[in-house]
């Protein structure tokens, strides 16, 4: 059945809350310099800050997602939405970095409600397959959207109001969320749910957090018995986690769906195209504003190109998985964002504006690509009964894959600034972040003050350098990979063709 004006009306309401959370994540980046200077986080705190928030949504969506099929999608999206505002007031108002943390954290547990919710109504709503590649090409486009608005948004906001003014923005785009979803989306549901597993929620949050905690102490501070502990806990909780759903009459993460080499492929390239973009955006923000010394419009400004080429990618991709087989096009996507973070590897302490553009633009279109063919792969294995569960593993995979490139390139990252720095035998204090050693840099006589800044600086963009390297090299090896493991998969029929078999062989 095809869908009509209700539903394409009702996909509106649905881009609300992808939009908010893109602005959310992107506005946050533009603030770091703000909240280094207001709050005076450690290294390990600032890294927290951006990374509790994907992390809470990562170990939250798979049970709300499931919670969702079990209470209404409708319901749940209209609870996380009130609940997503009021945890952007407190962390607006947070008065020191420990609890913007933990504000930081409810928002994850609101936003963890919203994205599953979506996704699942958009299956429920689209079930012709050409319309379905539309819609979901469409809330794909919202989060390039969203990486347009949210500099511009953040640099104006920042150019005249203090840091926390960028948590504010989320509350109309919430209220308005509350307002239309009765009137224009259709609720949805499992008809036959089972019984929602506490013990398996829990389960999930255990095998995240520990072992991101790990990751980022290790590379902060070294081997360490706590770290590594961690580190070997999270997985092990991992393992119980999976063996309990393959227990489970009606489990919480339908593991027999990785049976598919075409959706554990989806999955795999959807968590390394967004390791890869989330992680760099820790590096270019800062790169912006510290090293070429951009004003907050400005550095907003610098983000247009990359979102453009992104929402185009987005719109490309439904046309371009009927003419070319979707490993390729993923393939494709994959060796185009390798190159703009080959380019992205060359920025020096020079400030190359147009080496900058170029990287990201690439970047952004290459791995939106990636994300819009693989996320359409992903959806169209899910029974409608089961979407919101799908849907919820979908954004897991998309959110672990941020928060994980954050941690594990943001550490690559502060290793080699360490490293450089010690080299140089400068002050403990500059050591620890960028932003830390420029406020130490301000309060120096020159010339020591200068040549502060001026080490602090080429320190960063070596770290920048090894990470946007990783980031390339995996990117790479995943385009190897990506048309082998999917060459089952056809080519979208044209113009339409329901039942979605196409994403399950």
């Not at 350098?465 to 995996?474: C, I």
């Amino acid at each position: 059945m095809r869908a009509g004006r209700k539903q394409w009306i009702g996909l509106a309401v649905l881009v609300l809350p992808v939009l908010l959370i893109s602005v959310d994540l992107h506005v946050l980046s533009y603030a770091l310099p703000f909240i280094s200077a207001g709050l005076e986080p450690s290294a390990s705190q600032l890294l927290w800050i951006i990374d509790i928030y994907p992390f809470m949504l990562a170990g939250l969506l798979l049970p709300m997602g499931t919670l969702g099929d079990r209470i209404g999608r409708r319901r749940l999206l209209m609870i996380g939405a009130a609940a997503f505002g009021g945890a952007s007031v407190i962390a607006a108002f947070s008065p020191s970095a420990d609890l913007l943390v933990a504000t930081r954290a409810l928002l994850g547990m609101g936003g963890a409600t919203l994205m599953p919710s979506t996704l699942a109504l958009i299956r429920n709503m689209f079930h012709d397959d050409g319309q379905r590649r539309v819609a979901i090409s469409i809330w794909t486009g919202a989060f390039a959207g969203g990486a347009m608005l949210g500099p511009l948004m953040g640099g104006a906001l920042l150019e005249h109001f203090w840091w926390g003014s960028v948590f504010l923005v989320n509350l109309p785009v919430m209220a308005l969320l509350l307002v239309l979803a009765p009137l224009l989306l259709p609720e949805s549901r499992d008809p036959r749910p089972g019984r929602f597993d506490l013990v398996s929620l829990i389960l999930s949050l255990a095998a995240i957090l520990p072992t991101i905690y790990g990751v980022q102490h290790i590379a902060q501070d070294g081997l360490g018995v706590l770290p590594v502990l961690a580190l070997v806990a999270g997985p092990m909780l991992g393992v119980v986690f999976v063996l309990r759903q393959r227990s489970m009459a009606d489990p919480m993460l339908d593991v027999r769906l990785f049976g598919s080499r075409a959706f554990t492929t989806a999955i795999g390239a959807n968590t390394l195209g967004v390791f890869a973009m989330v992680g760099s955006s820790l590096f270019t923000t800062q790169y912006l504003q510290m090293v070429m010394g951009a004003r907050p419009i400005v550095a907003g400004l610098y983000a247009l190109p990359s979102a453009a080429m992104a929402m185009i990618s987005a719109g490309l991709a439904p046309v371009l998985v009927r003419k070319v087989a979707p490993g390729v096009v993923v393939g494709i996507g994959l060796l185009i964002g390798a190159g703009g973070f080959a380019l992205l590897s060359r920025l020096d302490v020079s400030g190359q504006a147009g080496l900058l553009v170029a990287g990201i633009m690439l970047m952004a279109g290459g791995v939106t690509l990636v994300l819009t063919v693989s996320s359409d792969l992903i959806i169209a294995t899910a029974p409608p009964e089961r979407a919101g569960s799908v849907a919820g593993l979908s954004q897991v995979a998309t959110e672990f894959g941020g928060a994980l490139g954050i941690a594990l390139l943001g550490s690559i990252g502060t290793v080699v600034y360490r490293g450089h720095l010690e080299d140089a035998k400068v002050t403990a204090s500059a050591t620890d972040t960028l932003g830390a050693a420029l406020e130490t840099a301000k309060g120096l006589p020159d010339p020591a003050g200068r040549t502060l800044a001026d080490t602090a600086r080429e320190a960063f963009t070596e770290g920048q350098h090894y990470a946007m390297v990783a980031a390339a090299v995996g990117l790479c090896l995943m385009a190897v990979l990506a048309p082998i493991m999917l060459r089952s998969v056809r080519r979208a029929a044209s113009p339409v063709r329901s039942g979605g078999q196409h994403a399950t062989r």
